[in-house]
C-alpha cells in the first residue's frame, strides 16, 4: 500500500472519540482515512508567525503523523479568509452577490499555496501518493510539478463546482483551471458538479473529454470524476451506543415534556446551510398549523466559524434575530418553539441528539455533500426511525432519494414536508429508513477513500507525464 501524504488548509489534530469540540466534516474524514494507511497530513497549523519560516511542527497523535507550518498574518487575511472563504467559497455555493473580487487576494493565493509547495516537498518521497484536498489549495498540484514532483498527485474538491456562467465572473479563471489540470485525478462529490466542470473544459478552453472522464492537456492525460464521500459509519455507530449518547438522548427526551416532538439542524452557520429559510418555514409551519404547533420544538445547533469574515456576522446576527422573533411571536410560558445554540458538542452526544430527533431538517441551499444528514440517518433506531427531511440542492440527494426532498428555497414546500413527516406510519418510516441506511453504511467514508486512492493510483490507466510539463 503507498504512503499517503495529504495536504488540506488546515490540520486538526486527531482527537480521541467522544472529544469536545466541532470537526468539519473534512476533518472528520481525513482522520478516519489517515488512521488506516500509515502517512503524513500536512497544512497550515491554525497559527500565525510575524515571519514565515516554513519550519514543519511534526506530530503523532491516536495513531496519524500531522506536520503543520505556522502562516503570516496577512496571508491568514488575504488567502483564506479572503481569496478562499471571501471568493472562492461564495462563488462555488453560487453566491456572486457575496463574492468578493480583490487582487490582492488572488496574489496572496499563490503566494501560499508556493509557500505550501516549498515546505511539504522534503515530506514527498518516491512512492508516495499525494492528496490535496479543497478550494483552498487548487494550484498546488502546478507548484508541486514545477519544481519537479513527479508522484501521482490528486485533488478533492469538498464542495461544489459552479455552473460556467457564474465561474466565469471569477478573474483569471482560465489561469486557475489551467492549474488544474497537473493533477493526475481531479475528484468532485456529484455528477453535478462533474459536469460543470467538464462543460467549463469543453466551452471554454476547448479541449475534448473522453466518457471517462479522461482530458488530454499539452500531453498529459488528467481524469475527473466524482466520488461521493461518506461518514465513516463504524465509528458513528459505537459513538452512537456509548453512554454518553444515551446519556444526551435522555437528558434531551426528558426536557422536551410530554409527547411532545422534535426536528433537529447541525450545521456549522454558514450561509449555504439554508438557516435563515430554515427558520422561515418553521415559521410557516406554526403560523399554519396551530392546532400541532405547541407539540413540536426545533433544536438548531449551529457553531460559528469564519467569524472574520464580515457576511458570516451578518448570518450570526440576521438569524439571533429571526429566532428571537419567531420565538416571541409563537411561545408560551410552558413552551419555545426554536432552541438556538451555539456551540460544538462532542460526537457522542451529537449521535444521542440525532436519535431523540423525529425528524432532521437538512436543508442548505447548496452543499457540497452534507455529512450530517448521513449521521441523522446513522443515529436513527430501526425500529423506530425518525424521518429525514434533506434539501435537493445538497450533494447528498441523488444518493438519499428516500428522505423527503424538498425545495429549501420555499417556506410552504418545507412547511408541508414537515407535517407529512410528523404523519408519516410506522412502516413508511422504517421503509425509508432501511433504504438510506444501506446507501449510508455501504458508500461511507471507507469505501471513498479507497476508489479516491484507487483511481490515484492509476490502476489500468496508462502512463502519466511528470514535471516540467
Ligand atoms: P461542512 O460544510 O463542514 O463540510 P458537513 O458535511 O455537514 O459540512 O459536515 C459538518 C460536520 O461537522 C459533520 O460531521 C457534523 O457532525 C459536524 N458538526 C457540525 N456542527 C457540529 C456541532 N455543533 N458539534 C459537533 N459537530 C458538529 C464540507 C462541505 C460539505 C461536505 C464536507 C465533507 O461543505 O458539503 O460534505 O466538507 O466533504
Same mark, same amino acid.
Given at each position: 500500500m503507498s504512503r499517503l501524504i495529504v495536504v488540506s488548509n488546515r490540520v486538526s489534530v486527531p482527537q480521541a472519540m467522544g472529544a469536545a469540540g466541532a470537526q468539519g466534516g473534512l476533518a472528520v474524514a481525513l482522520g478516519a482515512a489517515l488512521r488506516e494507511n500509515r502517512g #503524513?497530513?500536512?497544512?497550515? &497549523?491554525?497559527?500565525?508567525?510575524?515571519?514565515?519560516?516554513?519550519?514543519?511542527?511534526?506530530?503523532?497523535?491516536?495513531g496519524v503523523t500531522t506536520a503543520t507550518i505556522d502562516l503570516e498574518p496577512q496571508d491568514v487575511d488575504e488567502y483564506y479568509n479572503g481569496y478562499a472563504n471571501r471568493t472562492l467559497w461564495p462563488l462555488f455555493h453560487y453566491r456572486i452577490d457575496l463574492t468578493e473580487y480583490? +487582487?490582492?487576494?488572488?496574489e496572496s493565493y499563490v503566494r501560499v499555496n508556493q509557500r505550501f509547495a516549498? &515546505?511539504?516537498?522534503?515530506?514527498?518521497?518516491?512512492?508516495?501518493?499525494?492528496?490535496?484536498?479543497?478550494?483552498?489549495?487548487?494550484?498546488?498540484g502546478s507548484m508541486l510539478r514545477e519544481k519537479g514532483v513527479t508522484n501521482r498527485i490528486g485533488l478533492f474538491l469538498h464542495i461544489p463546482w459552479p455552473p460556467t456562467r457564474l465561474f466565469v465572473s471569477l478573474p483569471n479563471h482560465e489561469q486557475l483551471v489551467a492549474s488544474m489540470l497537473h493533477y493526475d485525478l481531479i475528484g468532485f462529490q456529484t455528477e453535478e458538479w462533474l459536469d460543470s466542470f467538464i462543460h467549463y473544459i469543453k466551452k471554454e478552453m476547448?479541449?475534448?473529454?473522453?466518457?471517462?472522464?479522461? #482530458?488530454?492537456?499539452?500531453?498529459r492525460r488528467i481524469v475527473? +470524476?466524482?466520488?461521493?464521500i461518506g461518514i465513516d459509519y463504524d465509528e458513528f455507530l459505537e459513538a &452512537?451506543?456509548?453512554?454518553?449518547? #444515551?446519556?444526551?438522548?435522555?437528558? !434531551?427526551?426528558?426536557?422536551?415534556?410530554?409527547?411532545?416532538? *422534535?426536528?433537529?439542524?447541525?450545521? +456549522?452557520?454558514?450561509y449555504s446551510k439554508g438557516l435563515g429559510e430554515r427558520f422561515d418555514s418553521f415559521d410557516r409551519f406554526l403560523t399554519d398549523n396551530p392546532d400541532m404547533a405547541k407539540d413540536v420544538v426545533l433544536l438548531q445547533i449551529a457553531p460559528p466559524s469564519r467569524g472574520d469574515v464580515s457576511s458570516y456576522q451578518l448570518i450570526r446576527h440576521d438569524l439571533? +434575530?429571526?429566532a428571537g422573533h419567531i420565538n416571541g411571536a409563537h411561545a408560551d410560558v410552558a413552551w419555545v418553539p426554536i432552541r438556538y445554540v451555539n456551540r460544538g458538542y462532542p460526537r457522542s452526544e451529537l449521535a444521542g441528539f440525532y436519535r431523540a430527533a423525529d425528524i432532521g431538517l437538512?436543508?442548505? !441551499?447548496?452543499?457540497? *455533500?452534507? !455529512?450530517?444528514?448521513?449521521?441523522?440517518v446513522a443515529a436513527q433506531d430501526e425500529e423506530d426511525p425518525g424521518v429525514l427531511i434533506l434539501s435537493r440542492f445538497a450533494g447528498a440527494a441523488p444518493q438519499m432519494q428516500d428522505a423527503v426532498l424538498v425545495n429549501p428555497h420555499s417556506p410552504e414546500e418545507v412547511s408541508d414536508a414537515i407535517k407529512q413527516a410528523l404523519a408519516m406510519p410506522l412502516e413508511e418510516r422504517r421503509r425509508r429508513h432501511q433504504a438510506l441506511l444501506a446507501s449510508v453504511r455501504d458508500e461511507d467514508v471507507v469505501r471513498w477513500r479507497e476508489h479516491f486512492v484507487e483511481a490515484l493510483q492509476g490502476k489500468g490507466a496508462d502512463d502519466h507525464s511528470t514535471a516540467g510539463n
Open positions: #503524513i497530513w500536512f497544512g497550515w &497549523s491554525g497559527k500565525e508567525t510575524d515571519s514565515f519560516t516554513g519550519h514543519l511542527d511534526m506530530q503523532r497523535n491516536f480583490d +487582487r490582492s487576494f488572488g516549498e &515546505s511539504v516537498i522534503p515530506l514527498i518521497e518516491p512512492e508516495d501518493l499525494v492528496w490535496v484536498h479543497d478550494y483552498h489549495l487548487l494550484p498546488l476547448g479541449l475534448k473529454v473522453a466518457k471517462d472522464g479522461t #482530458i488530454e492537456y499539452q500531453s475527473a +470524476r466524482a466520488f461521493p &452512537s451506543r456509548s453512554a454518553d449518547a #444515551i446519556g444526551a438522548y435522555d437528558r !434531551l427526551k426528558n426536557s422536551l415534556g410530554g409527547n411532545r416532538k *422534535m426536528l433537529i439542524g447541525v450545521d +456549522r452557520l454558514d439571533e +434575530r429571526k437538512v436543508t442548505p !441551499l447548496r452543499d457540497g *455533500m452534507n !455529512l450530517v444528514a448521513k449521521e441523522y
